[in-house]
Nanobody
Framework: QVQLVESGGGLVQAGGSLRLSCVAS????????INWYRQGPGIQRDLVAS???????NYADSVKGRFTISRVNAKNTVYLQMNSLKPDDTSVYYC?????????????WGQGTQVTVSS
């Protein structure tokens, strides 16, 4: 029902910026919250930022003040602007969307995009 395609990852030096994009394609239903997670090698997948359909945002403490999540509902697209990047931000970043169809809620994941921050 939902396909998520992430883009925008890459290699950047510490202090630099990247903008990740996540485009959701849906065949029916609606998209509720959209979230960005990240997962480093051997580490659990952690929530980085989330945004509701009404643009209420939430951030992990480690990225507050540096990352900004935004969405364009008409395009089913969510962005993660990442500034002042640190080597600790190096991870695979995953887009996650909550899909609603009638009374059912489901979660869908993108394939992930690698972000590498060099010191």
């Amino acid at each position: 029902q939902v396909q998520l395609v992430e883009s925008g990852g890459g290699l950047v030096q510490a202090g630099g910026s990247l903008r990740l994009s996540c485009v959701a394609s849906i065949t029916f239903g609606t998209i509720n919250n959209i979230n960005w997670y990240r997962q480093g090698p051997g580490i659990q997948r952690d929530l980085v930022a989330s945004i509701t359909p009404d643009n209420i945002t939430n951030y992990a403490d480690s990225v507050k003040g540096r990352f900004t999540i935004s969405r364009v509902n008409a395009k089913n697209t969510v962005y993660l602007q990442m500034n002042s990047l640190k080597p600790d931000d190096t991870s695979v970043y995953y887009c996650n969307a909550e899909h609603r169809w009638k009374f059912a809620l489901s979660n869908f994941w993108g394939q992930g995009t690698q972000v590498t921050v060099s010191s």
